[in-house]
Structures are given as structure tokens and as C-alpha cells.
């Protein structure tokens, strides 16, 4: 019955493929497997910056998946959120490791902020409505999550288009802070770090630079944070989970390893 409501909409309401412009559906076969892409996997921008987590993206940001991810931030298709939201899911798992179970708590997605200005004129908030969508498929396949959105701009931030990546850092640098309250509601699970998409790693750097002024890591056992004389480095290090990065991250990634295997004797 579904199905055949979306076809009479589509004669209606023209739907098409937020990734190709494909008639009649709003996800084509081929740009949703473009967007599931080989699986999540550890990317890396050149140059990274200073104090950048460990970030894990599922496709890049090329093709199909820049006219998704457009499609739905810039141009309204907010029925992308769910198969985006998939996607993002698969990475954030990825970036968490392995659950051991309720001991561990539940996954808690931190979204980077997007400016009120932005909000308003796009008329909703992109990476809040993705996460929360992952967050969810997350529920569903068994491993609890919920979106935590205490990170907020604490001044104005100029428009990123146009910068590279040292005029990234430095319209970001102390950009960002954790709204009053915050602080307590990150010590209940393992906390991930989520974006849309990552270009120089600018944001998420700085989002982590915020989190680590006030987040004590959940640790199992210890309910009150870090034993006396460590540090949260030691004890848990920050991850981060996008959708898309740049294809060059994706390669930078791959040559460091296969030059570490190189380098321990393996082939």
C-alpha cells in the first residue's frame, strides 16, 4: 500500500533522487549503494590539525553523496535524514568500537552546532535531524544511543566557504563551548562526536577541543570519572563519526597503513 502511495505522490508531488535526479523515487538503487560505500573506515585530512579525534567516514564526499548530503542540508530533502542517518549510524559504530553491554552505557551522539543563522535560513538543523535518525537506527539494531546537543557558538563565526584550511582553524579557534548543564549529561555513556561531513577537520577539532575542557569519559565501575593522576587520554580517546570526507582522507588513511604493515614485517 505504501508503494503505491509513493507512486501516485510521485505523479503528483514529482519526486527525484536526491543523488542523481532520478524520477519517481527519492534514493535511487545506485546512490544508495554509492552512499554505504565500502564500510566505514578511519580517514585522516592533510594537514590534520592539533587536537583532531579520531574520525571515521563511510563514503567520499563526491558524486552521488555530495548531491545527498547537499540535497537534504541545503535543499530541504529532510526525507534523506533516514538513509543518511543509516549511514552515519555505521560509522559511529564504527568510531565507538565494540559494546560489552549496559556496563558500557549507551552511545551518546554530540553533534557539531550549526550557527542560529544558518538554521533559520535553511530552515532546520541538518546534522541534529541526521544524528538523531542514526541515533535511532542504532536503538533498533540493538545498541542504545541517544543525541546529546550540548555543544553550541559561543561567537560569531564567519562563513567557512572560500577558506582553507589554516583560515578554517582560525575563524573556528575557541568558536565553541558546552551550554551550563552540559558537562553532567556526557558522563553517562561513550561519547562520539558527529558530523555530516568533514573537509579539513577544522570542526571537529574544535568541537573536540570544547568536550575535552569539561568531559570526564564514562568508565565503567568508576562512576565519578578519572582515577586520581590520569588523564583522559589515557583512559578513553575521543572519537568521531561523518558521513563523508574528502577522497583524498580516504587515501591519506590507506597509504599510512599499508606503510605500517610495510614497516612491521608483514606483506
Same mark, same amino acid.
Given at each position: 500500500?505504501?508503494?503505491?502511495?509513493?507512486?501516485?505522490?510521485?505523479?503528483?508531488?514529482?519526486?527525484?533522487? @536526491? @543523488?542523481?535526479?532520478?524520477?519517481?523515487?527519492?534514493?535511487?538503487?545506485?546512490?544508495? !549503494? =554509492?552512499?554505504?560505500?565500502?564500510?566505514?573506515?578511519?580517514?585522516?585530512?592533510?594537514?590534520?590539525?592539533?587536537?583532531?579525534?579520531?574520525?571515521?567516514?563511510?563514503?567520499?564526499?563526491? !558524486?552521488?553523496?555530495?548531491?545527498?548530503?547537499?540535497?537534504?542540508?541545503?535543499?530541504?530533502?529532510?526525507?534523506?535524514?533516514?538513509?543518511?542517518?543509516?549511514?552515519?549510524? @555505521?560509522?559511529?559504530?564504527?568510531?565507538?568500537?565494540?559494546?560489552?553491554?549496559?556496563?558500557?552505557?549507551?552511545?551518546?551522539?554530540?553533534?557539531?552546532?550549526?550557527?542560529?543563522?544558518?538554521?533559520?535560513?535553511? @530552515?532546520? !538543523?541538518?546534522?541534529?535531524?541526521?544524528?538523531?535518525?542514526?541515533?535511532?537506527?542504532?536503538?533498533?539494531?540493538?545498541?542504545?544511543?541517544?543525541?546529546?546537543?550540548?555543544?553550541?557558538?559561543?561567537?560569531?563565526?564567519? !562563513?567557512?566557504?572560500?577558506?582553507?584550511?589554516?583560515?578554517?582553524?582560525?575563524?573556528?579557534?575557541?568558536?565553541?563551548?558546552?551550554?551550563?548543564?552540559?558537562?553532567?549529561?556526557?558522563?553517562?555513556?561513550?561519547?562520539?562526536?558527529?558530523?555530516?561531513?568533514?573537509?579539513?577537520?577544522?570542526?571537529? =577539532?574544535?568541537?573536540?577541543?570544547?568536550?575535552?575542557?569539561?568531559?570526564?569519559?564514562?568508565?565503567?565501575?568508576?562512576?565519578?570519572?578519572?582515577?586520581?593522576?590520569?588523564?583522559?587520554?589515557?583512559?578513553?580517546?575521543?572519537?568521531?563519526?561523518?558521513?563523508?570526507?574528502?577522497?583524498?582522507?580516504?587515501?591519506?588513511?590507506?597509504?599510512?597503513?599499508?606503510?605500517?604493515?610495510?614497516?612491521?614485517?608483514?606483506?
Amino acid at each position: 500500500m505504501r508503494g503505491w502511495w509513493r507512486e501516485i505522490a510521485g505523479l503528483v508531488l514529482p519526486v527525484a533522487c @536526491g @543523488g542523481c535526479g532520478r524520477p519517481r523515487t527519492e534514493l535511487c538503487p545506485a546512490c544508495a !549503494d =554509492a552512499l554505504a560505500g565500502t564500510g566505514p573506515r578511519r580517514v585522516r585530512p592533510a594537514p590534520e590539525p592539533a587536537g583532531l579525534p579520531a574520525v571515521h567516514a563511510v563514503a567520499p564526499y563526491a !558524486d552521488a553523496v555530495r548531491e545527498l548530503l547537499l540535497a537534504h542540508k541545503e535543499r530541504g530533502a529532510l526525507t534523506l535524514a533516514g538513509p543518511l542517518g543509516g549511514a552515519l549510524a @555505521g560509522a559511529v559504530a564504527a568510531a565507538a568500537g565494540p559494546w560489552a553491554g549496559p556496563a558500557d552505557g549507551p552511545l551518546l551522539l554530540v553533534p557539531v552546532p550549526s550557527s542560529r543563522r544558518s538554521v533559520r535560513a535553511r @530552515g532546520h !538543523d541538518p546534522t541534529r535531524r541526521i544524528a538523531l535518525a542514526a541515533a535511532a537506527r542504532l536503538r533498533r539494531a540493538g545498541r542504545p544511543a541517544r543525541v546529546v546537543p550540548v555543544l553550541r557558538q559561543r561567537r560569531y563565526v564567519a !562563513d567557512q566557504a572560500g577558506l582553507g584550511a589554516r583560515g578554517r582553524l582560525a575563524n573556528l579557534a575557541g568558536a565553541l563551548e558546552v551550554v551550563p548543564g552540559g558537562a553532567r549529561l556526557l558522563t553517562a555513556g561513550r561519547v562520539v562526536l558527529v558530523d555530516d561531513l568533514m573537509t579539513t577537520g577544522a570542526s571537529l =577539532a574544535e568541537a573536540a577541543r570544547a568536550l575535552g575542557a569539561v568531559h570526564l569519559p564514562f568508565i565503567p565501575g568508576i562512576p565519578h570519572g578519572l582515577p586520581a593522576g590520569s588523564t583522559q587520554h589515557e583512559i578513553e580517546q575521543l572519537a568521531a563519526a561523518v558521513i563523508a570526507s574528502s577522497p583524498a582522507s580516504f587515501e591519506i588513511n590507506r597509504n599510512s597503513l599499508e606503510t605500517s604493515i610495510v614497516a612491521g614485517g608483514e606483506r
